[in-house]
DNA sequence: ATCGAGCTCACGGAAAACCGTGAGCTAAAA
DNA sequence: TTTTAGCTCACGGTTTTCCGTGAGCTCGAT
């Protein structure tokens, strides 16, 4: 029992019966161990103050913090843990943004229980780890024919949006008109819908309702 | 060991994760045994077709069918599990959507592991359960001074929307405008113009973006 | 048999969204 | 230092949404 040093293991999910059952399902591994766990991104950022562990097991949508910003807080510290992301959808988009700031794993909830055990273990041994959808969507981006995948990646990877325009999207996908975020931001009403105009464009949707359900898919609410 | 009789339960929910994890927890109850489980609510109505338990723990965002679908399927038998709602959302329309059709508890996935198990005990008793959150919010409608119970009833019990109310607020969902709704549905646009005026009445939205994001929410799509 | 709920459709006017295009300013990157 | 990316704003025209109001039809409940 003390002879392996167990891979310590914190989980950031904002539901409750989710870390309890992931906890659950480590208890089954000899090598796992579950040294803490936290309902929202502030509290993850101030566990790692005073306590460190191997693998950081992280829920994209989460309160106050959500998983992104918990990646960026990281992203500029030397000595940080190793983080899967989890996450209820498996978006290609997604999936580059969390690698880009320094996520090292992609689980979808829909994989098997069994599937975080491997996840963890993987990330922690220093190799990326992606749950099966996750890894098709990214290889078949890269096995298609020179001239289809420049294409390709304009049309999958989304030429990335800016502060600005991420504000706008945040206030349309609050059901506010184009007049009170002018008024909000301290902007002209012409401001906000150019803003609009290119995050239809950049997003590839076809209307305000389709920038909302983005921001939803994409739990910037 | 063969002294107790289980209680035999089914979990449904689309994200294996979450099932795993919900197994492992109530693996640690005596009194508890998990007999089966569905990734979708087709699943779930096909297994009953030659299986039973005692209990259904039902997440309400699933594909194919979800979990109002599923409720309505058992609604009109005879011989039906006791059913506890797994919501991400803690909505008081829901909560009244699901007793409606047969629910007999309510859980938000907010709550700790060990509510589950209460919650599955709770509903095979042939009581009612709620996690935290969704008692209080009923206890507080009805427990307002006379003349304001009415007022508040009305602002937060929804008056249900109808069938074919929803089929606009799905398509509205998925970014069709009001033309293609109509052609959709073989209706005039001024038809699906009035039914998105009541429907933007009703829900208490202010827009086209609000009724998308009320069905995102309610998990309609 | 009457009543109400749900679905259908129409019309007209106001408001908001949508679209292209052009352009000035600033700060950071090449 | 030149260039680029991001934010700002304007304008005119088209399309869509929003809103009130009224009305006919059907079906099931009272």
């Known amino acids: 029992m003390g002879k392996l040093k167990k891979i310590k293991v914190h989980i950031a999910d904002d539901h409750m019966v989710l870390i309890d059952g992931i906890k659950a399902v480590l208890k089954t591994d000899e090598e796992i161990d579950v040294v803490g766990s936290s309902l929202n991104g502030e509290d993850v950022i101030e566990w ?16 106050k913090v ?6 960026q807080e990281f992203s500029n510290q030397t000595s940080r843990p190793r983080i899967v992301v989890l996450s209820s959808y498996d ?3 997604l999936v580059k943004e969390v690698l880009k700031i ?11 229980g069994e599937q ?30 020179d001239n289809e995948s420049k294409q390709a990646q304009d049309g999958v990877f989304v030429s990335s949006i ?11 996908a609050k059901e506010f008109n184009t007049k009170e975020i002018g008024n909000q931001l301290h902007i002209s009403v012409n401001t906000v819908e150019t803003h609009r105009k290119n995050l239809i464009r950049k997003l590839k949707v076809k209307n305000a309702v389709g920038l909302a359900i983005y921001a939803h898919k994409n739990q910037l609410v």
């Open 48 to 63: 790692y103050k005073s306590n460190k562990s191997d693998v950081l097991v992280l829920d994209i949508n989460m309160p």
């Open 66 to 71: 959500d998983g992104i910003g918990v990646l």
């Open 91 to 93: 978006d290609i988009k």
């Open 102 to 112: 320094g996520a090292d794993g992609f689980l979808a909830k829909k994989c098997a």
């Open 116 to 145: 975080i055990v491997q996840a963890i273990k993987t990330v922690h041994n220093g190799e990326q780890y992606f749950s099966e959808g996750v890894q098709q969507k990214i290889v078949s981006l890269f096995s298609g024919a």
């Open 162 to 172: 800016t502060d600005r325009e991420l504000s706008i999207l945040k206030l349309i």
